[in-house]
């Protein structure tokens, strides 16, 4: 067993390092803060709003999810 497959193959290590990767929208591409943000307010100028994690749609930001894809809270 190489010393790779040792590393990926303990879960804790994994999500450890794969927590330095930066977390991608799956629609717009574009780099998404890890936090969320928990509000039914639908900040449209707020870039810490758009740039988050839609708690619903997991891996879309919220940009997409609301003004995209037209989903409600």
Known sequence: MSAQQK???CDDLRK???EFYPLRCKSCHKVMNRKFVDSHLHFYRDKNWTSTENKFCRGFCNWCCIYVFEHSY
Request: aromatic share 34%; no cysteine.
């Open 16 to 18: 450890y390092i794969l």
């Open 7 to 9: 590393v990926f193959d």
